[in-house]
T-cell receptor, first 114, second 109 residues
Framework: IAGITQAPTSQILAAGRRMTLRCTQD?????MYWYRQDLGLGLRLIHY???????GKGEVPDGYSVSRANTDDFPLTLASAVPSQTSVYFC?????????????FGPGTRLTVL | GQNIDQPTEMTATEGAIVQINCTYQ??????LFWYQQHAGEAPTFLSY????GLEEKGRFSSFLSRSKGYSYLLLKELQMKDSASYLC??????????FGAGTTVTVRA
């Protein structure tokens, strides 16, 4: 693999179900991020990790959790999905969390919660 | 809080020039990024500005004025493949990206 991969590509989920979105990068980047993208609102940061073993809350963290057990993987979990979590989810990574580091984005996961 | 404004849509003709403006009011400033996003795809990096002035990269240029809280992305010699959304994003004091809603550019033949 090269860059960032996300799985699944798309998912339809019943409300109340638990769901984990997977994200893996092979660039040995220290920092990783999860965003959601909604029409008219742009990308909003859900959670981030500056380095393996640490995580932090972004702008819209409620209803989501993350873990960063190693450098490559950064899964996002919806413990009990609600319809307002219908969105396109993008994982991203950057070499470090410094200001000049561009972020590389995965292809996204389109999630529909019914 | 972060407030980043850019126009929702712009239309231009193939071969023309289009300027996408972005104004921001943020808690601190540590740089401004422009990303391109084609429909159904991931955003990809275009430019980064942290000092005032113009950064040129081929057909694309980006300008920053920190005192005015203003940036623009200039697309020259427009091609059909430039039809996409262009995202302005600012890094504030928390060193996290805050994105504008994006500007959808449609290039017509």
């Amino acid at each position: 693999i090269a860059g960032i991969t996300q799985a699944p590509t798309s998912q339809i989920l019943a409300a109340g179900r638990r769901m984990t979105l997977r994200c893996t990068q092979d660039m040995r980047h220290n920092a990783m991020y999860w965003y959601r993208q909604d029409l008219g609102l742009g990308l909003r940061l859900i959670h981030y990790s500056n380095t393996a073993g640490t995580t932090g809350k972004g702008e819209v963290p409620d209803g989501y959790s993350v873990s960063r057990a190693n450098t490559d993987d950064f899964p996002l979990t919806l413990a009990s999905a609600v319809p307002s979590q219908t969105s396109v989810y993008f994982c991203a990574s950057s070499e470090t969390s410094g200001s000049s580091n561009e972020q590389f984005f995965g292809p996204g996961t389109r999630l529909t919660v019914l | 809080g972060q407030n980043i404004d850019q126009p929702t849509e712009m239309t231009a003709t193939e071969g023309a020039i289009v300027q996408i403006n972005c104004t921001y009011q943020t808690s601190g400033f540590n740089g401004l990024f422009w990303y391109q996003q084609h429909a159904g795809e991931a955003p990809t990096f275009l430019s980064y500005n942290v000092l005032d002035g113009l950064e040129e990269k081929g057909r694309f240029s980006s300008f920053l004025s920190r005192s005015k809280g203003y940036s623009y992305l200039l697309l020259k010699e427009l091609q059909m493949k430039d039809s996409a959304s262009y995202l302005c994003a600012v890094i504030g004091n928390d060193y996290k990206l805050s994105f504008g809603a994006g500007t959808t550019v449609t290039v017509r033949a």
